[in-house]
């Protein structure tokens, strides 16, 4: 285990990936990660980058407007759309404060979209992803912030209302020591000399140093290091300089520092209390996530919630967002889809995602080897009680907490709302749509006092037909790609 004393540097040597417990079960990714390693006092030899081979044509006297521009825009394919999960005030001495409520491009729980910073430190990189934009054979406009850019970028929007947040990634220029240096003295001096208090999300290099990597924690709300493909074979295959298990290690040193590590004397930050007195960082309070490219290799839906649910049983991830393949270098040839466009796909695996959850299933239930792929047709959820009809219709009035949670139409907020007020009388179906059940799939399922909404046929195509017709419109929007979009902050009129 990691272990670090109260107020002191002692540690307990070693991180061990090598336990069967701790490696992503699935197919060749646990046999690549048996002999990953995390060891306080490795060092990172930067050699083996051979970065003086590596030519980049690197822009010069940007103005900083300039550099927004280019670093902004190649941020774009960084998902991080999620809720801050961080509740910290700010009396009034500092920048900024972080609610549980939500961060980044997101509807809050109260209704408010909420936005934050996103942007690269640099597009320079050192590797050769075919995934990627900024991949080093690439010709595109090259430039780097410094770490007093960052900050005045980020007072300066937040200043004017523009941002409650930061969201910093990278390419990699020299190594992953040197780049996560100096995002690390750009998080160091927005906390310790702008004393911002806002929400920061940070992703981590493959390769950095265990050092830099906790005392970047203590600065950070939230952490993340990118899977970026399903399988070891796949990532071979596209990103011939990177390795999952140099992935997995940082992941791995996140999830065991989390709750347990304390911060050293000149480590972190210390915030204001709301009713008075400081308050010493904790150790990325608000977890980690990663991310996953979709529709790039041949992995199947199955394959990919089959990693998913690994990485958030072994790894206690907060969140996987799934990338849908964009072959922004022309250069990929990715599998056919059936016709299907692949935001349909990404927005499935979405679906299973929650289901993994928030709702009590398990990959095994929704997908397996016979049927490896999503129905595009149906839901998750709806699929998978259409192929189970002999477990419905369930009785509203009876049944539990957990049954309720698999009924197409019911949520968690509906079923938590059901078993609530059963307890004081008898629930009709007006009431249920009061309570925000979805009774046009719902209706299928159910009785309410053992009456039924409409005649129940209890026939699988007339069921899965009725439902897929209700969905059309949507299916055929996220399929075409009729959705709203990611917000630039030049669409504000930001020189």
């Known amino acids: 285990m990691f272990e670090r004393k109260k107020g002191g540097d002692t540690y307990m040597d070693g991180m061990e990936l090598s336990n069967k417990s701790d490696v992503i079960s699935n197919g060749n990714l646990s046999k690549e990660l048996n002999d990953a390693t995390y060891n306080k006092t490795s060092v990172i030899d930067d050699s083996k980058f051979n970065t003086d081979s590596v030519e980049v044509n690197v822009t010069h006297n940007l103005s900083m407007s300039e550099k927004l521009r280019i670093l902004t825009d190649a941020a774009k394919y960084d998902v991080a759309c999620t809720s801050s999960g961080v509740d910290r005030s700010n009396k009034g001495s500092g920048l900024g404060d972080t609610h549980a409520c939500g961060i980044c491009h997101t509807f809050a729980a109260d209704g408010r979209c909420v936005s934050l910073l996103k942007i690269l430190f640099t597009n320079e990189c050192i590797y050769d992803c075919k995934y990627c934009v900024n991949r080093v054979s690439n010709d595109v406009p090259r430039t780097t912030f410094t770490p007093d850019e960052v900050c005045k970028l980020t007072i300066e929007f937040y200043r ?203 990959a095994g239930e929704l997908l397996s080897k016979e049927k490896p792929n999503f129905n595009m047709a149906l839901d998750p959820k709806c699929d998978w009680a259409i192929n189970h009809i002999e477990q419905f219709p369930v009785e509203i009035m009876r049944a539990d907490y957990y049954t309720l949670l698999r009924v197409p139409g019911i949520g968690v907020k509906s079923a938590k709302r059901i078993v609530s007020a059963r307890r004081y009388g008898k629930l009709e179906f007006s009431n249920l749509k009061k309570m925000g059940v979805v009774l046009k799939r719902a209706a299928f399922f159910i009785t309410c006092n053992g009456k039924t909404m409409m005649p129940l046929n209890m026939n699988q195509d007339y069921i899965a037909r009725s439902i897929a017709d209700s969905d059309r419109k949507n299916t055929y929007a996220i399929d075409n790609n009729i959705t709203y979009t990611q917000m630039n902050i030049f669409d504000m009129g930001v020189n």
């Open 160 to 362: 004017r209302n523009y941002i409650e947040g930061l969201f910093l990634s990278s390419g990699i220029v020299k190594n992953p020591n040197h780049t996560m240096s100096l995002i690390y003295e750009a998080i160091w001096k927005l906390r310790n000399i702008h004393h911002f208090y806002g929400y920061i999300h940070v992703k981590v290099i493959p390769g950095t140093s265990p050092e830099i990597i906790e005392k970047l924690g203590f600065l950070v709300d939230r952490m993340s290091a990118n899977l970026e493909l399903p399988t070891q074979e796949s990532l071979s295959e596209l990103a011939p300089n990177k390795h999952h298990k140099n992935i997995i290690i940082p992941m791995k040193q996140i999830k065991d520092g989390m709750g347990h590590l304390l911060p050293g004397k000149n480590d972190g930050y210390h915030y204001p209390m709301k009713y008075g007195g400081y308050k010493s960082s904790k150790f990325v309070p608000a977890g980690q996530s990663t991310q996953m490219i979709i529709g790039a290799t041949r992995e199947t839906d199955y394959q990919i919630l089959n990693v998913t649910a690994t990485l958030y049983e072994k790894f206690k991830l907060k969140r996987v967002f799934y990338s849908g393949f964009v072959d922004v270098n022309h250069n990929i040839e990715a599998p056919s889809l059936g016709g299907h466009s692949i935001l349909l796909r990404e927005h499935r695996l979405y679906q299973a995602d929650w289901l993994l959850r928030y709702y009590g299933f398990t």
